[in-house]
T-cell receptor, first 113, second 116 residues
């Protein structure tokens, strides 16, 4: 998997949008950007993924730059339950996980009341 | 569906004992993964199966670790003999067949293993 770089930690006020950046400057043309999060004492949870177009689902939005070298995960109205470690993963599309995921250290997002 | 089910949730064992962790994937999923998480090394992929066949076990730390998937609804991860450095949270995950678009990996709640 291509290497990704994320800030170690971030704070965000409850109710505000949380914007989590990820750099993936060595991404190749067939690689997707996936985001997972891990709430304390739980297993990782899939959030969203994309190739080059912006994506949105009920959990978040994913903005990928035109050159695909970086992306931003946006939680539009953060709540205390969004406090978690967020992982940005770059990998070829293969049905979502049939050849495993390589997790980095992620960003510890802390939502402040 | 109840999701990926792992048992036990917590296991405390003495060094040298055999430990068996169990996983029931989501029905219909044909890929199964075992991960280990520690503070020092983060989340690491140990092994994964496609259609009950082990595909890549390069993440298995040493011969003391073994994993099996006798059928589509059950997998085990065994450590024999266990050592204190094996203490970690072990996660099992499953995902749907490759030809289905927009699939992702679903993780269980994990088994917290403590070897004393």
């Amino acid at each position: 998997d291509a290497k990704t770089t994320q800030p170690t930690s971030m704070d965000c006020a409850e109710g505000r949008a949380a914007n989590l950046p990820c750099n993936h400057s060595t991404i190749s043309g067939n690689e997707y950007v996936y985001w997972y999060r891990q709430i304390h004492s739980q297993g990782p949870q899939y959030i969203i993924h994309g190739l080059k177009n912006n994506e949105t689902n009920e959990m978040a939005s994913l903005i990928i730059t035109e050159d695909r070298k970086s992306s931003t995960l946006i939680l539009p109205h953060a709540t205390l339950r969004d406090t978690a470690v967020y992982y940005c993963i770059v990998r070829p599309r293969s049905g979502g996980g049939a050849d495993g995921l390589t997790f980095g250290k992620g960003t510890h997002l802390i939502i402040q009341p | 569906d109840a999701g990926v089910i792992q048992s036990p949730r917590h296991e405390v064992t003495e060094m040298g004992q055999e430990v068996t962790l169990r996983c029931k994937p989501i029905s219909g999923h044909n890929s199964l993964f075992w991960y280990r998480q520690t503070m020092m090394r983060g989340l690491e992929l140990l092994i994964y199966f496609n259609n009950n066949v082990p595909i890549d076990d390069s993440g298995m730390p040493e011969d003391r670790f073994s994993a099996k998937m006798p059928n589509a609804s059950f997998s085990t991860l065994k450590i024999q003999p266990s050592e204190p450095r094996d203490s970690a949270v072990y996660f099992c995950a499953s995902s749907a067949p490759r030809q289905i678009l927009d699939t992702e990996a679903f993780f269980g709640q994990g088994t917290r293993l403590t070897v004393v």
